[in-house]
């Protein structure tokens, strides 16, 4: 018995001792059932198998690698997929984010940004087996990224995107000379939280600036070091998730930890190329992301400037002095003249307006009713331009010229309620409707978002058109009816010198915004110019059409000048007495 014995604890010992040898001079020698060796110091779990330990690396040679169920990869998925919907409930609780100060928010949006960060790169590296992970629903998408092999193997650059975005990022900065476990990089999106934290918190905004989020927030975040430094700059890609009309320029910015919160900030982010719908950013570290867009505006030119303001100048003293002339001329006294007067009304109070107003932005009530009034004024001249086509085509059918004291009943119903109401109702309906668009930050006008100048455009561009088919029917009645020999000479005359006035005016008030509207292209300098010079003078056209190429009131003015004269001569003669003889000079 004791030779079978002694053979049996021999050969324990050698194999002991071998073992012993073996491990000394390469441990991976006894790397367990479905593990393979790491660098030659370490054994891990090969693809699709875990160590029953949990542990990714390890020297104990009995260590069991077990394959990984579907129980395993959805129990991950679940916890990853809770994360995203713990988040996507507190974007949606409003009591949380609304009537709150920029700064408390700000330091909500911070902590909670950090806090996904934290759990989605914990429940990564807590399944380094499963090396790619996405999940997402209707407010946040996550992909995630494992990398186990010290980036000796795969991919040297990583792709990771997220609905309509994606970050691209070095193999060797994910795994930050982490040789002693796996390393993980998440890149998440936000569908809605751009507005919470929108434009206003961007830290170089002004007041007059028009600046709007354009894509999704996005995070990018390394683990298990939280660092944010990179050796190689990450390069992101942004899907636009709106468009706005006018040159714009975007700005690649990020999300910067202050102590009152944080804001977005360009710092470390640069403008790699953008287009219509993608904007490509990159960054030398880490953090949230996005992109704003600025709607730049051209500078004035100072000549315009001065244009405007001599034009409209001149114009204000014109239009009352041609409104002065309408009230007070008897021998002008027309349905036309009443129509004249109150055309040049309303564009006096609203070149007034325009020019003592335009840019009293705050408050934003204020200006909303600036705004909101001169919308009214100009399409009031409209309008009553409007009546006056209406006018000269009627008086052309009848080929008589109305006076003011027998108006037509038809005129009379109408004029007042037409010229003053039907701009009413349209402002009161653009109002109602969208009143937050009156008003920009820079100046009180129609703001172009949601094409809302066209509740002024539409309106103009109708009446233009109307009046055009009038003038074009009054043409025509004109041909016609000079082939009669029974119509006056005058009359014929008279409608002639009320089509050339009127097709002057169309020209002056219709060309002038037709001019504003083609503004664009490389023509759009000229066009501003031709813009506010016919703009500028338009009280002088009218003055000069209706009062001074008017023999009447040409006349009217003389007498006027002779009145005034006439008292100076008698006053003279008086004071020299009827017997009296200028003094001799010696």
Known sequence: MRGPLLLLGLCLLLRVSGVGAQKTKSPCLQCPLNASCVNGTYCTCNPGYTSESGQKFFTFPFEICKEITSSDTIKDKKELQGIVEEF??????????????????????????????????????????????KVQNSAVAVETRVVTDN??????????????????????????????????????????LGNIINATFFEEMNEKDRVYLVSQVVSAAL??????????????????VKMKPGSQKPFCVYWKTTEEGG???????????????????????LSSFAVLMALTLQEE????????????????????LAALTFLLCKAI?????????HLSLCLFLAHLLFLTAIDRTKPKVLCAIIAGALHYLYLASFTWMLLEGLHLFLTARNLTVVNYSSMSSFMKWLVFPVGYGLPAVIVAISAASRPHLYGTPERCWLNLDQGFIWGFLGPVCAIISVNLVFFLLVLWILKKKLSSLNTEVSTIQNI???????????????????????????????????????????????????????????????EIMKSKSEPETHTLSSRLGPDSKPSEVK
């Open 223 to 240: 683990g298990p070091k939280r660092n944010t430094s990179l050796s190689n700059p990450v390069t992101l890609c942004f899907q636009h």
């Open 333 to 341: 006294q027309s349905t036309s003249t009443s129509l004249h007067l």
């Open 263 to 285: 804001h977005w900030s360009r710092d470390g982010c640069f403008l790699i190329r953008a287009n219509k719908s993608h904007t490509v950013c990159s960054s030398t570290h």
């Open 496 to 558: 002639r010198m009320l089509t050339l006035k009127a097709t002057a005016q169309l020209f002056i008030l219709g060309c002038t915004w037709c001019l504003g509207i083609l503004q664009v292209g490389s023509g759009a300098q000229v066009m501003a110019y031709l813009f506010t010079i016919i703009n500028s003078f338009q009280g002088f056209f009218i003055f000069l059409v209706y009062c001074l190429l008017s023999q009447q009131v040409r006349k009217w003015f003389g």
């Open 88 to 133: 996507e409930s507190l974007l949606t609780n409003k009591t949380l984010w609304e009537m709150r100060e920029k700064r408390e928010i700000a330091s909500r949006v911070t902590s909670v940004l950090q806090e996904v960060e934290r759990n989605v790169l914990k429940t990564a590296l807590n399944s380094p087996e499963q090396k790619i992970q």
């Open 301 to 320: 030119d100072p000549v315009l400037t001065v244009i405007t303001y001599a034009g409209l100048s001149l114009s204000l003293l014109c239009l009352l």
């Open 151 to 192: 980036c000796s193997e795969g991919e040297k650059i990583f792709n990771l995107g997220t609905q309509m975005n994606s970050v691209n990022i070095q193999c060797n900065d994910v795994v930050q000379g982490n040789i002693q476990g796996p390393s993980a990089v998440a890149f998440i999106s936000y569908s809605s």
